[in-house]
């Protein structure tokens, strides 16, 4: 039987701040010093996703939620590609008592900027960018597109057909807020074939 007390927490920073994407009811904002996010290719993938990397004076806003029983099977699989790191010291967050909390990274040597064989989902940036936007509104979504690395990345426009698995239904407002940071951001959309 699980102890909400002592269970142990994750640190979302992508899709897992849509509270749409899981079931992982306990969670609440928080931040993580120490780490910048990043759009990174794996091989274990064919299209890029984000990942951490360690950056000294940076931080990065996401949600920290609770991982019943320590049952990570779940989230293990869901991210796959990537290894558990402790971020415990390191995220400030509203809980009145110490966590144990893990982030997921792709290892060093292991991942590489994306190409035009590997592009993001704009699918997947979608569902990441409406979950900012619903825990930290239009402020945190924009401290998203500036605390990201990567934006050189090709943008694969399968919103008509979304191939990301958890892909979620964006309003007009939260599409344009994606849209507008795409263009200033001078990153190349192309259409899905």
């Known amino acids: 039987m699980s102890n909400p007390m002592k269970d142990p927490f994750f ?13 992982y009811t306990q969670a609440t904002t928080a931040s993580v010093t120490g780490w910048r ?13 984000l ?15 609770a991982v019943p029983g320590a049952d990570w099977a779940a989230l293990d699989a869901r991210e796959r ?14 809980i ?12 060093d040597g292991f991942h ?15 569902t990441v960018v409406q979950g900012f936007l619903r825990e930290f509104g239009p402020e945190g979504a924009a401290h998203f597109f500036d605390t ?19 892909s979620q239904l964006l309003s007009a407002e939260d ?10 951001l001078a990153t190349v959309v192309r259409q899905l074939d």
Not at 51 to 65: E, H, N, R, S
Not at 112 to 126: K, Q
Not at 176 to 184: C, E, G, K, P
């Open 148 to 166: 990201t690395e990567g934006w050189q990345a090709p943008i694969l426009d399968d919103r008509a057909a979304p191939i990301y698995p958890r």
């Open 81 to 94: 590609a990537y290894g558990r790191h402790d971020a415990s010291p390191h995220v400030t967050h509203d």
């Open 96 to 107: 009145d008592r110490q966590l144990d909390i893990a982030i997921y990274a792709i290892p």
């Open 175 to 184: 599409r344009d807020v994606v849209d507008d940071a795409l263009s200033r």
């Open 11 to 23: 640190f979302g920073y992508g899709s897992l701040v849509n509270r749409r994407t899981h079931d």
């Open 37 to 49: 996010r990043a759009w990174r290719h794996t091989p274990l993938r064919d299209v890029s996703f």
């Open 112 to 126: 590489r900027a994306p190409g035009p064989d590997n592009p993001v989902l704009l699918s997947y940036l979608d």
């Open 51 to 65: 990942t951490v990397v360690p950056a000294t004076d940076d931080y990065i806003d996401g949600l920290i939620a």
